[in-house]
C-alpha cells in the first residue's frame, strides 16, 4: 500500500503527524545523548595526544558544531521549498528550524572557547574556521530579526528566505576550513579533523553524542513549528476543532 506523503505538506495533516513523532525523537535523543556523554567522560582514554582531560570537551562540541551547519542547510532547503512551491508549511519549518541552529551554534561557539583557552591558551582566535563559525551565527540571528521585524507573515517569509540563501555560502567555507587537506591553505590555532586518527571509543561516543542533538533538534522544530501552525492557522476551522483549543 503506496502512502501519499504530499498530503503531510499541509499544515492541518503535518500537526498531529508531529505531535506523534515528538516523544519518540525526546526519549530517542535523552538516551543517545546521556549515553553518549557518560561513554565520553568515564569510558574513554584519559590522554588524547597532547590535549590530556580537557579534550573530552570535544563531545557536545563536535555534536554541535555538526547540527550548526546541518541545520543551516535544512533552514535553507525548506526556505528553498517554500519560495519555489509556494507553500506554508516549508515557510513555517525553516522558522521553526532557526532557534535551534542558533542554540547549536552557540553551544560549538562556546564550548570551543573554553577548549581553545585551555589548549592554546587563547578564549579567541581570529582563524577561518572559528570566525565563519560566529557569521553562522550571526545569519541564524539575522534571519530571525527579519522574520519578526515583518509584520505580515509572507513578506517576512520571503525576505528571510533570500537571506538565507545568501549566508549558505558559510556552510562549505566552515567545511572546507575544517577539512583542508593542506594546512598552508588555512592556517590556524584550530586542529583538522583527524576522524580517521582518533580512538575507536572517542569515535563512538562522539557519533552517538551527535546523534542525540540530531534527535533533539528534531523533537524541539516539530513542538517549535506545531505553535506556528497554531498562530498562523488559528481562523481556521481545524485549528478551532482541536481539543487543545476547543476545550
Known amino acids: 500500500m503506496s502512502i501519499n506523503w504530499f498530503k503531510y505538506s499541509a499544515p492541518s495533516t503535518f ?17 543517545c545523548i546521556g549515553f553518549g556523554l557518560y561513554w565520553g567522560f568515564f569510558q574513554t582514554p584519559a590522554i588524547l595526544s597532547d590535549q590530556k582531560q580537557y ?3 570535544i563531545f557536545p562540541h ?7 551547519m546541518w541545520l543551516y542547510a535544512v533552514l535553507v532547503g525548506w526556505a528553498l521549498a517554500g519560495l519555489v512551491f509556494n507553500t506554508r508549511l ?30 592554546w591558551g587563547t ?6 574556521r572559528m570566525t ?11 534571519y530571525m530579526a527579519l522574520q519578526s521585524a515583518i509584520d505580515d507573515s509572507r513578506r517576512a517569509d520571503r525576505a528571510s528566505a533570500v537571506l538565507s540563501l545568501v549566508g549558505l555560502v558559510t556552510v562549505p567555507i566552515i567545511f ?14 584550530h586542529q583538522q579533523s583527524g576522524m580517521g586518527r582518533v580512538d575507536t571509543n572517542i569515535l563512538i561516543a562522539m557519533l552517538i553524542t551527535a546523534l542525540g542533538f540530531w534527535l533533539y533538534s528534531f523533537a524541539v522544530i516539530f513542538m517549535r513549528v506545531r ?21
Open 15 to 31: 500537526y498531529p503527524l508531529a505531535g506523534r513523532m515528538i516523544p519518540w525523537f525526546w526519549w530517542s535523543a535523552i538516551l
Open 55 to 57: 579534550y573530552r570537551i
Open 62 to 68: 563536535v555534536g554541535a558544531a555538526w547540527m550548526s
Open 90 to 119: 516549508s515557510f513555517m519549518m525553516a522558522q521553526a528550524v532557526a532557534p535551534t541552529g542558533a542554540i547549536m551554534t552557540f553551544i560549538a561557539l562556546v564550548t570551543g572557547a573554553f577548549w581553545g583557552k585551555t589548549s
Open 123 to 128: 578564549w579567541w582566535d581570529w582563524d577561518p
Open 132 to 142: 565563519s563559525e560566529l557569521i553562522l551565527l550571526f545569519l541564524y540571528i539575522g
Open 176 to 189: 572546507w576550513s575544517v577539512n583542508c587537506p593542506d594546512p598552508n591553505q588555512c592556517t590556524a590555532l
Open 227 to 247: 505553535t506556528l501552525i497554531l498562530e498562523r492557522e488559528r481562523s481556521t476551522a481545524w485549528v478551532r476543532e482541536l481539543p487543545e483549543i476547543s476545550r
